[in-house]
C-alpha cells in the first residue's frame, strides 16, 4: 500500500515538476522578507466617531488624523514600488536600531500614541476650561543605550532613583551628577506589575555623565466630562497628537471649529500645547488630498516639504503649519 502510494506521488512529481518549482518559487518570493520597508500614502482616521465625550457637542465638519502605510519588505511589495512612484524604499536599519524588528518597532510605537492621547487630553480640557486630575505621571523607559551597563529594561517604569522621585529626564541628571563615572546608580522600576531594585552603571560621555537611557512620559488622570478615545490593534505613533487634541477640545466646547469643512492634520503635541515635528509629511498629504480635504494642518518644520509636494503634484487643499494648539485654534476661527 505505501509503496503504491510512494510510486503515485513520484510519478505526480516527475510530471510536474516544472509546475512545483514555480509554485515553490511563487511562495518563497511571498514570504522572503528582505532588510527594507516601503512606505505609502495612507489614509484618514476620521476622528468624530473615536472621540467620545459625556455630554459632547456635534460637529458638522470632521477632524481627521492622516497616517502614513508602512510594508515589510517582501519582494512582490519591493517589485511594485518600482511601478507606483509613491511607494518608496527604505532601509530597515533608518527607522529601527540594530537590534530592534520593525514588529518591536510598532510595539514601542502604540506606547508613544499612548502618550499622545494623554497630553492631547490635558492640552483639550485645559483649553475647554473643562476639569483634569493629574493623579501621577509615569517615566515609560524607551530606550536604552548599547553602551549601557545596565539591569532596566525597555517598558520598564522608573519609580524612583537613589530613593528621590523623577519627573523629568533632568531630574535624572541631577541624581546622576552628584555622583562620578563608574559609580553605580539604584534605580527603582515598575517591571510585570512587581517593583524590582535595579543598578546602572555611571559613563561618561562628551555631554556629561548618563547611564543611557530615555522615558516617555505618561499620565493617570480624571477627567469631567468622562472622555473615551477609541483606538485600533494596528494603530500607533504620537504623530495624531494635534488633531486628537482639536477633536476633543471640539466636543467640549459649544463652537463647532471644523465650520463644516473636511480638517486633516498631523503633528505630535505636548501638554503645554506645542506642534512637533513627524516623518512622512508628502505621503500624509497626499492622503489627505486624495480624500478630498479642504484643509492639511501640519508642524512648523514640514511646512516646506508640504508645499513642495502640492506645488509638484498640484494639490487643491490649503496648507496650514502651525507651532501650537492655540495657533490652529486661531487659523480654523479665520475658516467661517
Known sequence: MINKIYEKVKQFIVENYKFLICLILIISLGVIELPY??????????LNDRIDVEGGYEADGSLNMSYVSLMKGKIPILALSFIFKDWDIVKKEEITRDDQSVGELLDL???YMTSSIDNATIVAYKAAGKEININKEINNIVYIDPNAQTELKIYDQVLSVEGQNVQTVDD???IINTKKEGDYVHILVKRDNKE??????IYNTEDGLKVGIAFLITYDYDVNPKLNVKTKSNESGSSGGLMLSL???NELIKEDITHGLKIVGT???DPNGNVGEIDGVKY???GAAKKKADVFLCPKENEEEALKVQEERKLDIKIKSVATFSEAIEYLDTLK
Do not use: Q, R
Open 37 to 46: 520597508v516601503v512606505y505609502t500614502p495612507g489614509g484618514l482616521v476620521y
Open 109 to 111: 510605537e502604540k506606547l
Open 172 to 174: 535624572l541628571k541631577k
Open 196 to 201: 524590582i531594585d535595579t543598578k546602572s552603571k
Open 247 to 249: 477633536a476633543i477640545y
Open 267 to 269: 503633528g505630535t503635541i
Open 284 to 286: 500624509k498629504l497626499l
